[in-house]
Antibody, heavy 117, light 110 residues
Framework: EVQLVESGGALVLPGGSLRLSCAAS????????MHWVRQAPGKGLVWVSRIKSDGSGAAYADSVKGRFTISRDNAKDTLYLQVNSLRAEDMAVYYCARDFNYGLDHWGQGTLVTVSS | QSALTQPPSASGSPGQSVTISCTGTSSDVGGYNYVSWYQQHPGKAPKVLIYEVTRRPSGVPDRFTGSKSGSTASLTVSGLQAEDEADYYC??????????FGGGTKLTVL
């Protein structure tokens, strides 16, 4: 069974940083592209970033470019998102998801990032 | 990177059919057959219903069908059931090597 489990969400001050993690199991992690998608409270889904299966080809939404960095450790079956210079508008549940033919076929349960002073 | 356009709400009675539209541009929906649809119940993670415009993952009922004409994609839910009440999102790959989501449609089963 495919499982994606996010962690690392927390309450942080504006301007702060966090590293989000997504532990994968039940499939060959190194064979799939992976994504981060976020959802602010009461709002819709917003795509954040994608990384290809070998760790190359990182892509980002304009709103996070230069502040967020996606990475992966295929030996540990883990996806990461380093989030820096956090703003109030970054507050959201962050989901990791597996790519299947440019769709997202499995999602984690999400981890909450709260940005507040 | 503008979001795709979806109606904020849709509704139908049990047994009826409802269609939700998703409008983009030639740089995303119209340019690629990489449109997907997701269902999200309150407090839950999204679940894929359709990928590559028309393909259904195993386990998704055939009551859910996808289509596309030009830069507008559509999701049709036939034989509405109470458990179909949820938020629905479309998504498309875009020419900028990014993905776009629609703003979401709240489906109410009357």
């Amino acid at each position: 069974e495919v499982q994606l489990v996010e962690s690392g969400g927390a309450l942080v001050l504006p301007g702060g940083s966090l590293r989000l993690s997504c532990a994968a199991s039940g499939f060959t992690f190194s064979g799939y592209w992976m994504h981060w998608v976020r959802q602010a409270p009461g709002k819709g889904l917003v795509w954040v970033s994608r990384i290809k299966s070998d760790g190359s080809g990182a892509a980002y939404a304009d709103s996070v470019k230069g502040r967020f960095t996606i990475s992966r450790d295929n030996a540990k079956d883990t996806l990461y998102l380093q989030v820096n210079s956090l703003r109030a508008e970054d507050m959201a549940v962050y989901y990791c998801a597996r790519d299947f033919n440019y769709g997202l076929d499995h999602w984690g349960q999400g981890t909450l990032v709260t940005v507040s002073s | 990177q503008s979001a795709l356009t979806q109606p904020p709400s849709a509704s139908g009675s049990p047994g009826q059919s409802v269609t939700i539209s998703c409008t983009g541009t030639s740089s995303d929906v119209g340019g690629y057959n990489y449109v997907s649809w997701y269902q999200q119940h309150p407090g839950k993670a999204p679940k894929v219903l359709i990928y590559e415009v028309t393909r259904r993952p195993s386990g998704v009922p055939d009551r859910f069908t996808g289509s596309k004409s030009g830069s507008t994609a559509s999701l049709t839910v036939s034989g509405l059931q109470a458990e179909d009440e949820a938020d629905y999102y479309c998504s498309s790959y875009a020419v900028t090597d990014t993905w776009l989501f629609g703003g979401g449609t709240k489906l109410t089963v009357l």
